[in-house]
């Protein structure tokens, strides 16, 4: 059955870090585009950063590119979004997602055949 269970959420003042994990099936997770999103109060669901666990390349949205970092661990079928130096615009609900092709749109929540439940990041003085 595929699966995606995301874990590491939590409050942070800004400036802080936290990692979030994306653990999956073998069937989500071998050569598969799998991406982060986020989704705030009020505003429409967002990919931050995509990683092709078939290579390991990877993809990150503008507004997270030099402060976020998304990577894989085979041996788990699992992938980690690294946030560093966080804001409180970061503050949303967190999700990652799977689907076999990645493609130009991947930051837009279309397409994908599985989603995690979601966790949350709050960044708050």
């Known amino acids: 059955q595929a699966q995606l269970v995301e874990s590491g959420g939590g409050s942070v003042q800004p400036g802080g870090s936290l990692r979030l994990s994306c653990a999956a099936s073998a069937d989500t997770y071998n050569n598969k585009c799998v991406s982060w999103f986020r989704q705030a109060p009020g505003k429409e669901r967002e990919g931050v950063a995509l990683i092709y666990t078939g290579n390991g390349d990877t993809v990150y949205a503008d507004s997270v590119k030099g402060r976020f970092t998304i990577s894989q661990d085979n041996a788990k079928n699992t992938v980690y979004l690294q946030m560093n130096s966080l804001k409180p615009e970061d503050t949303a609900m967190y999700y990652c997602?799977?689907?076999?092709?990645?493609?130009?749109?991947?930051?837009?929540?279309?397409?994908?055949?599985?989603w995690g439940q979601g966790t949350q990041v709050t960044v708050s003085s």
């Open positions: 997602a799977a689907r076999a092709w990645c493609g130009s749109r991947w930051a837009q929540p279309y397409g994908y055949d599985t």
